[in-house]
């Protein structure tokens, strides 16, 4: 029998611990997207939460198929779909009633109340859209002037190099000046 060489045995075991530690990672950006509500914006559109092992493989910066690797197919896999399992039921009691059909919350003059929470977040979405388009015209206007600006300046001290060479400065030699003489009475 071989030995597998100690320093590679202990990179491999690097990896793994490596690999686990990104998937919790990932598990607990789920648990805080749960609790601030974030976690809204991965449902589909008709508001049901689809996660998959493959999303949190994803989102630890995995491969979508890491969990079914042999290594993780028989542990990590089952440990992430048992959180997922908790994860949908933990959603459904939490935000599903919210779902349901709500009357504006935030009192929005254009909302109705057959609008659900999930066309509320879309209508902001939208809404932040646009804020950020008008964002960017105003960020493209001040930087087109702050570039006329580094024009103007680079033009201005190119000027002032060329007239220093033009001219250099001669050095004026300040005498004291000769006293009168003065007349004798």
Same mark, same amino acid.
């Not at 646009?130 to 960020?139: I, Q, Y």
């Given at each position: 029998?071989?030995?597998?060489?100690?320093?590679?045995?202990?990179?491999?075991?690097?990896?793994?611990?490596?690999?686990?530690?990104?998937?919790?990672?990932?598990?607990?950006?789920?648990?805080?997207e749960m609790i601030t509500g974030e976690i809204k914006l991965r449902c589909d559109d008709e508001g049901r939460l689809n996660l998959s092992h493959k999303d949190i493989s994803k989102l630890a910066g995995r491969h979508w198929n890491f969990l079914n690797a042999v290594k993780h197919k028989e542990t990590t896999k089952v440990d992430v779909e048992d959180f997922l399992k908790w994860l949908h039921e933990d959603f459904e009691r939490l935000y599903c009633q919210s779902l349901v059909r709500v009357a504006t919350i935030n009192g929005d003059a254009n909302a109705t109340d057959t609008q659900t929470e999930l066309e509320l977040v879309k209508a902001e979405l939208e809404r932040v859209k &646009? @804020?950020?388009?008008? #964002?960017?015209?105003?960020?493209e206007r001040v930087?087109?002037?702050?570039?006329?600006?580094?024009?103007?300046?680079?033009?201005?001290? &190119? @000027?002032?190099?060329? #007239?220093?060479?033009?001219?250099?400065?001669?050095?004026?030699?300040?005498?004291?000046p000769k006293p009168k003489p003065r007349a004798n009475h």
């Open positions: 029998m071989t030995r597998i060489n100690r320093g590679l045995s202990n990179y491999v075991l690097g990896r793994t611990v490596a690999a686990v530690a990104d998937i919790e990672r990932a598990k607990a950006i789920l648990r805080r &646009a @804020e950020l388009a008008e #964002l960017n015209v105003r960020h930087a087109s002037h702050i570039h006329g600006w580094a024009l103007q300046l680079r033009s201005a001290r &190119a @000027e002032i190099r060329l #007239l220093r060479s033009e001219k250099t400065p001669t050095v004026v030699l300040l005498r004291p």
